[in-house]
């Protein structure tokens, strides 16, 4: 079993970047893949991209990739979500997950979520 903290959230002018960063307990982070996705208000939660377990391979979506990466340090139980070129259209509630499928981006297939970090971007 795995705990995710994510962290970094906040407030961001379009154009600028933010990078937010996902903790994980336990001995086993480094078996799991792992996930980003967002939600944002009326909509469904949106998978962003993936990572699988010993970071060698990452798939993204159409609508951040070249934008975002997603690097991981299985040392220090961490992953992170590096974003440039915000939108206002990035707003939303960013999670990490755990568990699921790199390459294939369906929240159901994650076993684990953090809580969630705000991310707005303003004009």
């Known amino acids: 079993q795995v705990q995710l903290v994510e962290f970094g959230g906040g407030s961001v002018q379009a154009g600028g970047s933010l990078r937010l960063s996902c903790a994980a307990s336990g001995r086993t982070f480094s078996t799991y893949a792992m996930g980003w996705f967002r939600q944002a208000p009326g909509k469904e939660r949106e998978f962003l991209a993936g990572i699988n377990w010993s970071g060698g391979l990452t798939s993204y979506s159409d609508s951040v990739k070249g934008r975002f990466t997603i690097p991981r340090d299985n040392a220090k139980n961490t992953v992170s979500l590096q974003m440039n070129s915000l939108t206002l259209e990035d707003t939303a509630v960013y999670y990490c997950?755990?568990?699921?499928?790199?390459?294939?981006?369906?929240?159901?297939?994650?076993?684990?979520w953090g809580q969630g970090t705000q991310v707005t971007v303003s004009s």
């Open positions: 997950a755990a568990g699921g499928s790199w390459n294939h981006g369906r929240a159901r297939d994650y076993n684990y």
